[in-house]
């Protein structure tokens, strides 16, 4: 009876100490969003989904979104696959200044890393000059103001996100199995695709998943890499809301961007769910 | 890497060659834009232009001479400083109920509290100025504060319960068995503990809220947070004035970085 009572108790102030930060995300997060949401159904509100819709323009904006979602996740997983293997292989150091190199950037304000890529791409930046210099172009080139730019920054900025998480399933791993693959007469790519692979799904799905629900919604790089020529969800909404003063609109279409990346996350998580049993039954095999 | 070298076949040395090859490769890609700023801050001629013609400190002497570039930091500092200290004893409080007594129910009020992180920070924005607007909270610096608090909490909160569950509970239970108070045995014996997950969770709230623009662009009317001043300059005027910022704000967090790097011996991959 006591033990029971102590149970309660506990489970009581357990309570007790998270409602503070549910009661604040409730009011301030659940609740606007919800709100938001209910809004764009409501009265003449909802005429503005069939506008979104039947407007080429708009379509368009969402499936560029996509696509440069979906390139800026291809490109970081293959940057960032071989980078995790190699970090986990260093020594304790070497894992401790590599994660430096890696935490720098992604502590660093985007904008600063918006603008330091403007530099880069710039028509008097390095990249022109050297260009120049090896006598590829005579003039310096438009690499800025163009969706190049608003991919190579979007890939820079979101690279960490997508080596951590791999970094950290590819590092668990127990070194002894490769040997033991190669000692079993693997070579190396079956020692990829059988050992290293299935052991490290996990960890690549959550990458993909964070890179590309980051993507989705992202601001800065369009707006201030892309120059007005890479029309993005995020930059749509932005312009209804604060050009247009249209804040119905702003509300139907961070809606619709709300669950697009709600069907991406939970799409990716099905997935992974799915792998990862598959993996344990064939393990138990 | 238990062989020795001599087993290692010509194949292997050339694929482990390109894989660092590779890697080095993809480190420069990392870090180089940001050392490209340094030099670019030092210019003497306001044209973006690499590597500059001449060397000065004036656009450290703008930044620090403009009062709009002050007024702009301070706001930063200051909502930062309170989104901070309430996100962190928040997501304390969290970390603490549900690493204990909670097990059933740990795991998904976790995943509700880091719902923020999935939410585009433009869809956040959006909701808020709809119930700020209503509210008369748009305009206010601690309408800011309190909208990333809640961008802030997940960091805190996964910071934290990582923290907590590496932490032995059995020593807050001796202390409250030899008579302290369960108050007294947290504040003594679990806070002291933790100190290093409390302090990379403080470092990463403040760090959140301080490059945040989104939510301050719309929240703020006329008055901006340094974020925002950074937009509007590089969007208008770009001169290297940004620059200069960009590398007192580089500066920053690499000091922190190495002081809780130093404290968490190992363990940095905890405050990705």
């Not at chain 1, 080429?56 to 979906?70: D, E, H, K, P, Y």
């Not at chain 1, 190396?188 to 050992?195: I, K, M, Y």
């Not at chain 2, 305009?139 to 997940?154: E, K, M, Q, S």
């Amino acid at each position: 009876m006591n033990a029971r009572f102590q149970a309660i108790k506990a489970r009581t102030s357990s309570l007790a100490l998270v409602s503070p930060a549910l009661v604040l995300l409730g009011l301030l997060f659940f609740y606007p969003i919800l709100l938001l949401f209910f809004t764009t159904l409501e009265g003449e509100n909802i005429g503005n989904y069939a506008q979104v819709v039947n407007s080429g323009a708009s379509m368009q904006v969402f499936l560029n979104t996509l696509r440069i979602a979906v390139i800026v996740t291809v490109v970081d997983l293959v940057l960032a696959y071989p980078l995790a293997i190699y970090i986990s292989r260093l020594s304790p150091t070497g894992k401790a200044i590599a994660l430096f190199l890696v935490l720098i950037p992604l502590w660093t304000s985007q904008l600063v890393r918006t603008y330091a890529w403007m530099v880069l791409l710039g028509r008097q930046g390095p990249i022109n000059n050297t260009l120049i210099w090896l006598g590829v172009i005579d003039a310096p080139i438009r690499l800025a103001n163009s969706e190049f730019a608003v991919v190579a920054g979007m890939t820079h900025i979101m690279l960490p996100y997508m080596l951590l998480p791999i970094y950290n399933s590819v590092s668990k791993i127990d070194n002894s199995l490769f040997d033991a693959a190669r000692g079993l007469g693997a070579g190396a790519f079956s020692t990829f695709t059988r050992v290293l692979m299935p052991l490290s799904i996990q960890g690549v799905l959550a990458g993909v998943s964070l890179v590309l629900v980051l993507s989705l919604g992202v601001f800065i790089m369009p707006a201030l890499l892309g120059g007005g020529r890479v029309p993005v969800i995020a930059l749509l909404i932005e312009q209804q809301a604060g050009s247009f003063l249209n804040w119905a609109m702003a509300g139907t279409l961070s809606a619709i961007l709300m669950v697009i990346v709600i069907i991406t996350f939970l799409v990716i998580k099905f997935a992974t769910r799915m792998l990862v049993r598959g993996r344990i039954d064939v393990a138990s095999a | 890497m238990s062989h020795p070298l001599s087993r290692l076949k010509t194949s292997e040395w050339l694929s482990r060659g390109l894989l660092s090859a590779f890697s080095w490769l993809v480190f420069l890609f990392l870090v180089a834009p940001l050392l490209i700023v340094v030099p670019i801050s030092f210019s003497g001629g306001s044209y973006l232009r690499f590597p500059p013609d001449s060397y000065s400190v004036r656009w450290y002497e703008t930044y620090f001479g403009s009062q709009s570039w002050i007024d702009a930091t301070l706001l930063s500092i200051l909502v930062g400083t309170v989104a901070t200290i309430l996100s962190v004893a928040l997501g304390f409080l969290f970390a603490l109920g549900i690493t204990r007594g909670m097990r059933g129910w740990s795991g998904a009020l976790e995943k509700v509290a880091l719902a923020p992180m999935i939410v585009p920070s433009i869809v956040y924005s959006v909701s808020m100025y709809s119930l700020f607007s209503s509210l008369g909270l748009v305009g206010t610096w601690y309408g800011i504060a309190l909208a990333h608090t809640v961008l802030c909490l997940p960091f805190v909160i996964i910071v934290l319960t990582a923290g907590l569950k590496e932490y032995d509970i059995d020593q807050e239970t001796a202390a409250i068995g030899l008579g302290a108070s369960r108050l007294v045995a947290i504040r003594r014996i679990t806070i002291p503990q933790i100190r290093s997950s409390l302090l990379s969770a403080a470092f990463l709230a403040f760090i959140t809220s301080f490059d945040e623009l989104v939510v301050a662009m719309f929240l703020s009317s006329t008055f901006g947070t340094l974020p925002k001043k950074m937009f509007d300059n590089i969007r208008l005027q770009i001169d290297p004035t940004i620059a200069a910022v960009s590398v007192l704000e580089i500066v920053m967090i690499v000091i922190v970085m190495f002081v809780l790097l130093r404290m968490n011996k190992g363990k940095a991959s905890r405050m990705a």
